[in-house]
């Protein structure tokens, strides 16, 4: 822990002193004791270390357990100071007893309370839904900052997305981009993934913006920042290219159980039509990839009918409702989306269907296959340009 309480009633926080202070009072009288559960605390005081308490062996305090190490203690000290710095009421490591939670950081702002918690290790989907939860239940919002090493880039403006940082997107409402944040203790960067659409199970497009910590507000850590509606096309025409070039190789699991149903199907992948593998922004509840899912729902919902027949979303959500993550995997998120309802609302912009009431469309044309690979790649284009153009 980085603080503890004197014998005075006094806290301190080592890691803000001068070393030889700190060896000063190692050395003295001075006893040091938990905030949490009263027990007397040692000072570790080292080169390569935070300086910072530490219960003995034979404690059982609720503040023990899940230490991460030099890298999380000093960037949870950095981002502490940081909100000292713009005069922000702020404690750090705080203990809530009615919840039994200590955060990294509690933020007053006016009667109001706000939790940033810096995890720089991955820990289980169960913990991270429990501990936000349990902010949730007592009315404090929480901002959840990953370690900068936890990121994984796949490109300029790609991220790997896997299930344990999923449970960590944030979208504080409806109209607030999808959000992750990331902070680098030693080159003090501050990041932020914005505005993202995944593209297959795991990898994710969207803003990605690099800040020094020092240059930033706590206002503008929460600054919503969008894709540009030019970047977004452009990215999404590259996106369709890759799919439709693609040497898969050798299959395993659903992508291999996905080829063998469209060659049942009579179909393959290069001739698609381009209402496949669309981008959804709801598609972080999906553990498929967009072209499983959304195909699935062309040919064997929508295709088979009749011009004029009725596509309820019930009928669609039947298919994939073993493929989705359920809402309560996203504690961050106020309202999840809906992703086969938002993927067939796409579909009436571009005129295969005409929506008659929230979860029911009428079909209005027939899906037409491309010819050739080429004509596909050209269509892809043209008709990304003309759904998206006004995203």
Sequence with gaps: MLQARLKSGKYIIPALYPKSELLQLREGEESFYCPVCDEKVILRVGEKVVA??????????????????AYHEQGKLQLYEWLLRQGLSVELEAYMPEINQRP???????????????QCSRISNEETIKRTNGYKEIGVPVIWILGERLLKRKGKQALRIDSFTRTLIHQFTSAYPLSLFYYC?????LI??????????NRA???LTVKRLETMTFPELLAKEFLPDY?????????KKYFRLRRWGKLFGEERKWHH???RKGLHFEKLPSFVHLPVSGAYRMKLPGWIWQSWILFEVIAPRPIGSIITTKACNYLVQHYLFPCEYFPLIKSPAQPVREYLTLLCSVGLLRRTNTDTFEKLTDIVLPERLELAII?????????FQNK
């Design 104 to 118: 990294d950081i509690l933020l007053h702002h006016g009667e109001r309370r706000i939790v940033l918690e810096y």
């Design 231 to 239: 970047h977004f096309t452009t990215i999404w025409k590259r996106e």
């Design 379 to 387: 269509e892809d284009g043209d008709f990304i340009t003309e759904l």
């Design 185 to 189: 203790p030693f080159t003090h960067d």
């Design 205 to 207: 497009l969207g803003k």
């Design 261 to 263: 149903w469209l060659y």
């Design 52 to 69: 910072h308490f530490a219960h003995t062996a034979n404690v059982n305090c609720p503040s023990r357990g899940g230490g991460e190490g």
């Design 192 to 201: 932020k993934f914005q505005d993202f659409t995944f593209t297959n199970k």
